[in-house]
């Protein structure tokens, strides 16, 4: 049964770091694409970065280019984020989702994502 859980959240200053954490059970991260979505109050939920647990490719949203970094460890099957730089914008919950790395699909399509964890919260306030 496949499972992910993510933790780190939190609350943090404007400019300060967290590190997100999505620990998956049921199967190996090489055969898996996995993704990070965040959903603020009153928007729709969006793509912020991913990762191809075989090859490595790694792909992030515009708004988080530069700040954020997504990384892998296949040993212990968790996929992080890093988010540095944070901004009051970033305020959102956090989900990881996850999804054959094969047939290929765009990685924000999110229909095409068939696991998904429960989330974390991340609030950036002053």
């Known amino acids: 049964q496949v499972q992910l859980v993510e933790s780190g959240g939190g609350l943090v200053q404007p400019g300060g770091s967290l590190r997100l954490s999505c620990t998956i059970s049921g199967f190996a991260l090489d055969a898996y694409v996995i993704a990070w979505f965040r959903q603020a109050p009153g928007l729709e939920r969006e793509g912020v970065s991913s990762?191809?647990?075989?090859?490595?490719?790694?792909y992030y949203a515009e708004s988080v280019k530069g700040r954020f970094t997504i990384s892998r460890d296949n040993v212990k099957n968790t996929v992080y984020l890093q988010m540095n730089s944070l901004k009051l914008e970033d305020t959102a919950v956090y989900y990881c989702?996850?999804?054959?790395?094969?047939?290929?699909?765009?990685?924000?399509?999110?229909?095409?994502?068939?696991?998904w964890g429960e989330g974390t919260q991340v609030t950036v306030s002053s």
């Open positions: 990762i191809d647990g075989g090859d490595g490719t790694l």
């Open positions: 989702a996850t999804r054959p790395r094969r047939p290929r699909y765009i990685w924000t399509y999110q229909q095409s994502y068939n696991s």
